[in-house]
């Protein structure tokens, strides 16, 4: 119980220094699971808890990394296969950080406004898989710039590839490789395993 104020206690104070208003109790945005060791500040040299998937999470306005680089936010999974902790990954990105993450300086084009904007994730026996989007555009504000695309696609590469058995990517937005890639100025391509 002590470490659990102690934690709130530090997530206050980093969400008054930050300018980032604190997690509501009890809101539905609240961390994944009351019982998880505390995730550290973004950027933090601290490992992540231990989870079945990650959401990974770029740091707000941090000039000491590349504004790409990732950070993993621990995201519970219904079963163990590939495919069910591919989804869990990526139900749990395009909801975007918490309220409790946000406060920690974990940032994201995806946001309570893109949660449940998963239509679809398949997975072959050779390791393509499908990742189907709704229309998440106007919700994305400069994910289609330079810098933006870079820090979107980073976020949705770490989120897929954490899942070994997936070997490469295929993106789109209601049924359309096409759709997607155009949105970021581009041709429709499969993302191979980095």
Same mark, same amino acid.
């Given at each position: 119980m002590k470490r659990l104020l102690a934690v709130i206690a530090? #997530?206050?104070? %980093? #969400? *008054?220094?930050?300018? $980032? /208003? #604190?997690? +509501? @109790?009890?809101?539905?945005?609240? /961390? $994944? #699971? &009351? +019982?998880? @060791?505390? %995730? *550290?500040?973004?950027?933090?040299?601290?490992? &992540?808890?231990?989870? @079945? $998937?990650?959401?990974?999470?770029t740091c707000a306005a941090d000039d000491a990394v590349p504004p790409w680089e990732t950070y993993p936010v621990p995201r519970t999974a219904q079963a163990a296969d590939a495919l069910s902790r591919l989804e869990a990954a990526l139900t749990g990105l395009v909801a975007g950080p918490t309220d409790a993450e946000a406060a920690l300086g974990y940032t994201s084009f995806f946001s309570a406004q893109t949660a449940g904007s998963l239509n679809r994730v398949e997975l072959d026996p050779n390791g393509l898989a499908i990742v189907d989007l709704g229309d998440i555009r106007p919700f994305m504000g400069n994910a289609s710039t330079s810098t933006g695309m870079e820090v979107f696609l980073s976020q949705l590469n770490a989120t897929v590839f954490q899942v070994e058995e997936v070997t490469a990517v295929e993106y789109r937005i209601d049924g359309s490789c096409q759709t997607f890639w155009e949105w970021l100025q581009s041709m429709c391509h499969v993302v191979p395993r980095p």
């Open positions: 530090g #997530s206050l104070a %980093l #969400s *008054a220094c930050a300018g $980032v /208003p #604190s997690p +509501t @109790p009890g809101s539905a945005s609240e /961390p $994944v #699971s &009351a +019982t998880a @060791p505390a %995730l *550290a500040a973004c950027g933090d040299e601290a490992p &992540a808890p231990d989870a @079945p $998937v990650y959401a990974f999470f």
